[in-house]
């Protein structure tokens, strides 16, 4: 077969450093959604849906078949924290986790993903990040251990 194809979905978390809610300003939370979904598409990485809350972000997109997924979370995370460093003194020591989380989405579950991820606002009035990231490993059967994956 002469021709290369894929059409793989990943949904992709990640939260703040400790958890800190540094995205409480709701301009700043989605002009910095604006530029990870710019990210992506320099990556070609084609998003389909992104949101969060002040402590997390949620992304669902279609992985180019020019990137490993770890090179392309570190340079969302990286290019992504540089930026919003630059929107005033009190976001200088914001950082992401070290961590993420990575899940595959079928093209028949991609529309509940997405709304899903867009209602990250309603979803965490009755849910932490931590149990609705627990639910996220336990439904796609990761075992997790709590030791060493809230940073």
Known sequence: MPQSLAKVFIHVVFSTKHRTPWLKDRDVRKEL?????STLQALECWPSALDGV???VHFLFQLSRKIAI????????????????????????????????????????RPTVIHY??????????????????ALCTRHGIE????YVWD
């Open 54 to 56: 002040e402590d997390h």
């Open 144 to 147: 997790i251990d709590e030791r």
């Open 33 to 37: 959604h604006r530029y990870i979904m």
């Open 70 to 109: 770890m090179d392309l979370i570190e340079e969302v995370k990286t290019s992504s924290s540089k930026w919003i460093k630059t929107e005033g003194a009190s976001y200088r020591d914001f950082h992401w986790q070290a961590g993420y989380g990575v899940f595959s989405v079928s093209e028949s579950m």
């Open 117 to 134: 991820i867009q209602n990250q606002e309603e979803h965490h009035q009755r849910l932490s990040f931590q149990d609705e990231f627990r």
